[in-house]
């Protein structure tokens, strides 16, 4: 068992998996007021979920959890291919994580989750925990159709937490949720849930098709709280994204799109620049590794060069996978980057001096 205590001074612990070192590293917790927890290793036994659990129904200083076998965001463990918590363990942290107040941030990376009851249970969490701001449930690979039914669980936590809900972010990428799981979160988009608090939401990696395109499309038509949205390397076609895309056109507050690594081809591509030529917030775009080809690029390409009719576009990063397309579009492109940064530049206010 590892843990690692971050508070003002980085903090260390590397107990053996036995319980009075996980007790005695619980202990240091409390004693050191530590903000951040992580824990991750070998499966955690009853005792030690308890002895957790105890920790957290009182700990207020804790302002942020994170467990599991997250390899890729940090944690050098090796077993990052085998159940960590678990169901029946994140059902035993359910009552404690319901009654905490402190956590801000929770985290359950790459934990194997097998079946729906972990979203179940993590939708226990969220309806009765209304502190948390940011949820992520990165690279759980639920099993088969049941990740999303998971989703599902969890979005039906998150709304029945009503108005007083605080999530901001939501992160599940490389779940493999699908449609049913996209059509899921979709409600959480709607102008009347969550009061629009969500703004950053990530769901790359999930197998998501036309289908779960369409509903998030539609559900964009009506939100306006989401900044940030990332569906790379997912499946949708030119019907997914032309909804996805009829969603951007107006959408008051939306500064990051990330669509790359879906096959949708130059009707996709179409609806993409359609959708720059009315979107006046829209700052970030990804649109890379599509099947669009050259013909795609270049009708993106025109119009984010262009501005198109729209000269309030406010677009100042484009990531197209450079190398696909021409040496004299790549240079288009750099020509407009300039000419943004400098009409930036040259409209920007002068910030005020601190006063000393």
């Not at 467990?67 to 965001?73: A, C, Q, R």
């Not at 809900?165 to 493999?176: A, D, F, I, P």
């Not at 996978?321 to 579009?329: C, F, M, Q, S």
């Amino acid at each position: 068992m590892l843990l690692v205590l971050l508070t003002l001074t980085a903090l260390s612990l590397c107990p053996k998996n036995k319980l009075h070192d996980f007790e005695s590293s619980l202990a240091v917790i409390a004693e050191n007021k530590c903000q951040a927890l992580k824990i991750g290793g070998k499966k955690l036994a009853q005792s030690q979920l308890a002895a957790l659990s105890a920790v957290l129904v009182v700990n207020t200083a804790l302002t942020e959890l994170e467990m599991g076998n997250d390899h890729e965001k940090g944690f050098p463990w090796e077993h990052t291919n085998t159940e960590f918590l678990g169901e029946d363990g994140i059902a035993a942290l359910v009552p404690a994580l319901q009654q905490n107040r402190g956590i801000r941030t929770l985290k359950f990376g790459t934990n194997w989750f097998r079946t729906d009851m972990a979203g179940e249970s993590i939708g226990r969490i969220m309806q009765a925990n209304k502190a948390i701001t940011k949820l992520s449930i990165y690279g759980n690979h639920f099993k088969d159709e049941r990740a999303g039914a998971a989703i599902s669980g969890i979005v039906s936590g998150i709304l029945a937490g009503g108005e007083s809900s605080r999530l901001e972010e939501l992160h599940m990428q490389n779940n493999g949720i699908g449609d049913l799981g996209a059509t899921a979160v979709a409600k959480l988009l709607n102008k009347n849930k969550n009061k629009n608090r969500l703004k950053v939401l990530g769901m790359g990696s999930n197998a998501i098709g036309d289908a779960g395109g369409v509903a998030i499309g539609s559900a964009l038509q009506s939100n306006a709280g989401l900044t940030r949205l990332g569906l790379f390397r997912n499946k949708m076609s030119n019907t997914g994204v032309e909804a996805l895309a009829s969603g951007c056109e107006k959408h008051p507050t939306l500064q990051v799109l990330d669509v790359s690594g879906n096959p949708f081809g130059v009707p996709g591509a179409e609806a993409i620049a359609q959708m720059l030529h009315e979107n006046t917030v829209l700052q970030e775009l990804s649109t890379g590794r599509s099947e669009a080809g050259q013909q795609g690029l270049d009708v993106i390409a025109k119009a984010v060069t262009s501005g198109g009719s729209n000269s309030n576009s406010r677009l100042v990063a484009w990531d197209a996978v450079h190398e696909l397309y021409h040496e004299h579009d790549r240079k288009a492109v750099r020509d407009w980057l300039d000419e943004k940064k400098a009409r930036t530049a040259q409209t920007a206010k002068p910030k005020p001096r601190a006063e000393l």
